[in-house]
């Protein structure tokens, strides 16, 4: 019976095995899950700082692009006045000749 007795041991001893082994299989996976989820952290954090310097970015454009409408349309202006100056002076020479042909047509 000692034999049996013996056999019986190593068969309860063969019992806890299976479990262990599911235990350490669980635990690999549970090892594997945190890697996994730190690589996810990871990831989440390095795209938080991308997507603050994206903001950055976005920011720095918009206020180049409000001082570029400000300098864009006080430039207008200024050659729009220019424009009617032009003109001005334009209409002044034509009336001038005018004045210089009626004057010279009526001298004759």
Same mark, same amino acid.
Request: charged share 25%; net charge positive.
């Given at each position: ?7 019986? =041991? ?15 299989? *669980? ?7 945190? !890697?996994? &989820? $730190? ?5 989440? #954090? ?7 310097? #994206? ?8 206020? !180049? %692009? ?5 300098? =864009? %349309? *006080? #430039? $207008?202006? $200024? ?6 100056? &032009? &003109?001005?002076?334009?209409? %002044? @020479? ?5 004045? @210089? ?8």
């Amino acid at each position: 019976m000692d034999a049996q007795g013996d056999a019986g =041991a190593q068969g309860g001893s063969q019992g806890p095995r299976p479990s262990n082994k599911r235990l350490q299989q *669980t635990q690999a996976q549970v090892d594997e899950v945190v !890697g996994i &989820m $730190k690589v996810n952290v990871e990831k989440v #954090l390095e795209r938080d700082q991308k997507l603050s310097q #994206l903001d950055d970015r976005a920011d720095a454009l918009q206020e !180049g %692009a409000s001082q570029f409408e400000k300098s =864009a %349309a *006080t #430039l $207008k202006r $200024k050659y729009w006045w220019k424009n009617i100056k &032009m &003109m001005i002076i334009m209409c %002044a @020479i034509v009336v001038i000749l005018i004045i @210089i042909i009626v004057l010279w047509a009526g001298g004759k």
